[in-house]
């Protein structure tokens, strides 16, 4: 696959061919200099870092770099910005840090429903419900972020078997129950936090929600948008452990409308966060600015050119492309270059995140000293 990629980055980085191995006594003698990081980097995980479980072999040397070891000498911050989720920051954050050997805090982690931290006051005391992961581990994290009143599909289930005839809960999803009367228990909102599980007791249970405004059970009428609906990841497909790309949350959001829409004539309005939206870009950008104004200064926070480093050019290249970013596109994920062009064209293709990163870094490099 990469007999042709070289060749190929060569021209698209349009920079002057420059021999492989910057003199080793000028890296160091960079090292440990306070000078600013002229960038800073946005990780995507899977396919990136990870796939399913696994860690990438370059991912652990890649990261490594960014310490001081690299054509700049400086400590380069970054963040990592994924579409998935499913756990807290803390309890995800301390797997990564095993997993990748870097330490990695909620401080430079952005999961796909960390965004809805500064949402849950607008719904502090209303009911909710919040879809996805396993059994209540989710109700936990959005307490975490401020919601009060959580339940989920499960909790549904439980108060009325027949509510979705065709699932039985497991015990351990017994024992994560809620218990709560739904005919009297409005649910103002639904967020998907994560992937959903069980899609077919989902999709019930949210078109009930919706059609009866809040209330399971009550009278269907025709919906008011009073039931507001938030989507965390819009990603249709994603790259895990199997060898091609699995169906994503955004696959989950078609088929609710295409079930909804069956049953009304027309989709249910939704808010959708994750890679690409805007929303998504700009909770980043500003979590970057974080960093490195902690590193390096308030001037260097607003001078820094941003990398996004992906594997999907639906997420990571078309929403870095239009916050304005570097985007840079790795083969070790959703995209296939023998599928042909990417359908989101970005700053730079590289085999994988270690050519991306060390690319991103030369270009600063040749940038700095060009400005002498
Ligand atoms: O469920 C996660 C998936 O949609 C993509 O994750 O890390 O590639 O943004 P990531
Ligand atoms: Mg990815």
């Known amino acids: ?8 980055i060569h021209r698209r980085l349009r920079l002057p061919h ?15 200099s306070t000078r600013p990081s002229p960038l800073a980097f946005a990780f995507d995980i899977d396919g990136v870092l990870l796939r399913g479980t696994k860690v990438l072999p370059e991912a652990k040397r890649a990261l490594a770099s960014l310490d001081g070891a690299n054509a ?32 990695i805090t909620p401080a430079n982690l952005i999961q796909a429903h960390t965004i809805l931290k500064s949402h849950a ?26 919601f009060r009143n959580v339940y989920t599909t499960l909790d549904v289930k ?40 069980n899609w077919a007791l989902d999709i019930q249970i949210m078109s009930d929600v ?48 295409a079930v909804f829409t069956a049953l009304t004539g027309k989709p249910y309005p939704h808010v959708q966060y994750g890679k690409p939206t805007t929303a998504t870009y700009d909770f980043a950008r500003g979590v970057l600015q974080q960093r490195i104004g902690e590193a390096y ?21 078309a929403g870095a492309n239009a ?11 959703v995209y296939d270059p023998a599928s042909g062009p990417p359908a989101h064209a970005p700053t730079h293709e590289a085999p994988d995140v270690e050519a991306a990163v060390r690319w991103a870094v030369e270009r600063e490099a040749v940038r700095a000293r060009a400005s002498g």
């Open 158 to 197: 439980s108060w009325n078997p027949n509510v979705w005839p065709f699932y039985d809960l497991t015990p351990s999803e017994v024992a994560s129950i809620k218990p709560a009367d739904f005919s009297t228990t409005p649910i103002a909102a639904i967020f998907v936090f994560h992937d959903p599980r």
């Open 121 to 146: 006051h607008e719904y502090a005391d209303k009911n909710v419900l919040v879809l996805g992961g396993r059994r209540d581990v989710l109700r936990k994290v959005a307490e975490g972020y401020g």
């Open 297 to 317: 200064g308030e001037p260097a926070a607003r001078q820094a050119n941003f990398y996004m480093v992906g594997d999907n050019p639906e997420s990571d290249i």
């Open 1 to 8: 696959m990469f007999a042709g990629a070289p060749r190929l």
């Open 18 to 32: 420059r021999p492989r191995a910057l003199s080793a006594a000028r890296c160091i003698s960079n090292a440990g």
């Open 72 to 103: 700049l000498g400086v400590k380069i911050p970054y963040i990592l910005m994924t579409n998935g989720g499913g756990v807290g920051e803390d309890e995800r954050s301390a797997r990564l840090t095993k997993q990748l050997g870097v330490p």
């Open 323 to 333: 916050a304005g970013w570097s985007s840079v596109l790795v083969h070790t994920g």
């Open 210 to 257: 919706i059609l009866s405004r809040g209330l399971i059970g009550a009278p269907y009428t025709s919906p008011d948008d009073s039931v507001k609906v938030v989507f965390c990841n819009p990603d249709l497909v994603w790259r895990g452990g199997f060898e091609r790309s699995r169906l994503g949350q955004g696959a989950f959001r078609e088929a609710f409308q």
